[in-house]
């Protein structure tokens, strides 16, 4: 199993958070050249790439902001065995060391994923981070994930805010924050985020979004622009400042400066050349897609305007961004 650093006391204060959140022009370019130079001191010239499978569209969740929510009339599809393990085959081709299952909030995703972990570890002789984001589980679920040889586990918080948090995901923030802190106990390395630009959302839940991941003790955050999408609720909802989540994404690294951050595709999504500014402003992973191409089409995550990353967009993305990939071994043993 894996180790990572984790989130603790924010390398910054409160109220400097706050006040940088609002940068722009020259103080913004400032903000991000802090950011890279955190980064690189912590490792290097560097990104982490990852691999993400996504094994399901089944949802039984009505977050608002999804198009993947259960109450949708969408075709869904559900991957398990020997599919998986192929993709994940695909990814150890690719040179790339951490595969990344991801899904809707489905409960026999415990016994799917389960199941294939440890042939996933063997394809790569062990020298792989097994990396998942399925949603909320019982701990007894997790626990078994990670006796299979699951090492880390994204669950994002998408709002600090516990009113928010119940208008926008229709269940209680405590039982997503209990269900984070029984991820940790249990030895995963944690990632959690928030949902940037969400309707309702204010600038001192931001921050709030911000240190939540040292409380946390996670290992990994990140800042994601909202987009709305066809047939949801919030589709009239105008989308999330990518000034603001890039603000966030470099006010991320100067508290946890040892964090693996990511510029996501929901940033491509919104506005091309994005995910290279989330690298300008000190993110340090990339995720490709190594679903099958009809799945992709059937994951809606952002809607019909998904942005689906390519192994040689992101190997491009790393190089305008003047950094070198971590593939292999090095992408998690840090």
């Given amino acids: 199993m894996t180790s ?3 989130c603790r006391a924010p390398a910054i204060s409160r109220e400097a958070i706050a006040t940088r959140l609002k940068a722009r022009g020259d103080e913004q370019q400032r903000l991000f050249a802090e950011a890279r130079a955190a980064r690189d001191a912590a490792f290097g010239p560097t990104a982490v790439v990852r691999g993400v499978i996504e094994v399901t569209s089944a949802c039984l969740r009505e977050c608002l902001y999804c198009p993947m929510r259960s109450g949708n009339r969408i ?5 398990r065995g020997e599919e998986l393990l192929a993709a994940a085959r695909r990814v150890r081709e690719a040179g790339i060391g951490v595969v990344s299952f991801q899904g809707g909030d489905v409960p026999r995703t415990t016994r799917t994923i389960g199941e294939v972990i440890p042939e996933v570890r063997r394809e790569f002789s062990d020298e792989v981070d097994v990396l998942l ?3 909320d589980k019982p701990r007894e679920d997790y626990a078994y994930l990670r006796r299979q040889g ?3 586990y994204i669950l994002k918080h998408e709002t600090s805010d516990p009113g928010l948090h119940r208008a926008m995901r229709e269940s209680d923030l405590g039982a997503r924050l209990e269900a984070a802190r029984d991820l940790v106990d249990l030895g995963y390395r944690l990632g959690t985020g928030t949902i940037v630009g969400l309707p309702g959302q204010t600038g001192d839940s931001l921050v709030d979004d911000i240190l939540l991941a040292g409380e946390l003790g996670a290992s990994m955050t990140s800042a994601s622009p909202f987009v709305p999408a066809a047939d ?5 909802a105008p989308p999330g400042d990518i000034d603001t989540t890039l603000n966030v994404i470099a006010l991320m690294r100067l508290a946890y400066p040892h964090a693996l951050i990511p510029t996501v595709s929901a940033l491509e999504t919104l506005s091309p050349g994005s995910q290279t500014r989330g690298l300008a ?3 340090n992973v990339i995720t490709v897609n190594f679903s099958g191409e009809a799945d992709q089409a059937r994951y809606p995550i952002y809607g ?3 942005f689906v990353v390519r192994r040689d967009y992101a190997l491009r993305t790393l190089q305008a961004a003047g950094l070198e990939p971590r593939l292999g071994r090095a992408a998690f043993d840090y």
């Fill in 4 to 6: 990572g650093r984790l």
């Fill in 75 to 79: 075709e869904r599809y559900y991957r």
């Fill in 150 to 152: 699951a090492d880390s």
């Fill in 281 to 283: 402003a000190g993110a």
């Fill in 133 to 135: 984001c399925l949603g």
């Fill in 232 to 236: 949801t609720p919030l589709a009239s």
């Fill in 304 to 306: 019909s305007s998904r």
